[in-house]
């Protein structure tokens, strides 16, 4: 069973995988209202996808990682071939979000596995907090996650 990762606020602990913020917002991957949580591969690739898109005023606050455990069959991979030429654009480009939306509303599977833009070769993990098989995922207990000071020079 793999781990994946997420980095949240502990005030948004309790719906970390409810997909609202990525309803809300959009993101490389889904567009405004649709439901979408992400995770990472690693604790350190959560933390860069954290990194990239907060200012420096923030980086010392309280952080949770909240690990989700799944099996592989509760997974669709992305396949590489498939991503159109512009897909690590940013701002992203609406071609990514039409796909991630279209896994949505197709729901192929709870999970899916996405390359990740920050780290060519590992992955993110998208969470379709809608469907039917989310429940078989296995959230952890939150743990303290803490940036390193030095990050800010």
Same mark, same amino acid.
């Given at each position: ?37 992400? $995770?990472?591969? =690693?604790?350190? !690739?959560?933390?860069?996808?954290? *990194? /990239?898109?907060m200012d420096d005023? +923030? &980086? ?45 509303? $197709?729901?192929? =599977?709870?999970? !899916?596995?996405?390359?990740?833009? *920050? /780290?060519?070769?590992?992955?993110? +993990? &998208? ?25 800010l020079k």
């Amino acid at each position: 069973m793999p781990t994946v990762w997420r980095i949240v606020k502990p005030h948004h602990v309790a719906d970390a995988f409810s997909g609202e913020g990525g309803r809300l917002f959009g993101g490389r991957w889904n567009s405004v209202g649709t439901s979408m949580a992400y $995770a990472a591969e =690693s604790k350190a !690739l959560a933390a860069l996808e954290i *990194l /990239v898109h907060m200012d420096d005023d +923030y &980086l010392m606050d309280e952080y949770l990682c909240i690990p989700v455990r799944f099996d592989t069959r509760l997974v669709r991979n992305l396949d590489l071939q498939s991503l159109p030429g512009n897909w690590r654009e940013t701002p992203p480009s609406c071609s990514t979000q039409r796909m991630g939306d279209a896994w949505v509303a $197709a729901t192929l =599977s709870v999970v !899916l596995k996405v390359p990740s833009v *920050l /780290v060519p070769g590992e992955g993110n +993990y &998208l969470i379709n907090p809608k469907h039917p098989s989310f429940g078989k995922l296995k959230m952890g207990a939150p743990e303290p996650f803490e940036f390193d000071p030095r990050l800010l020079k």
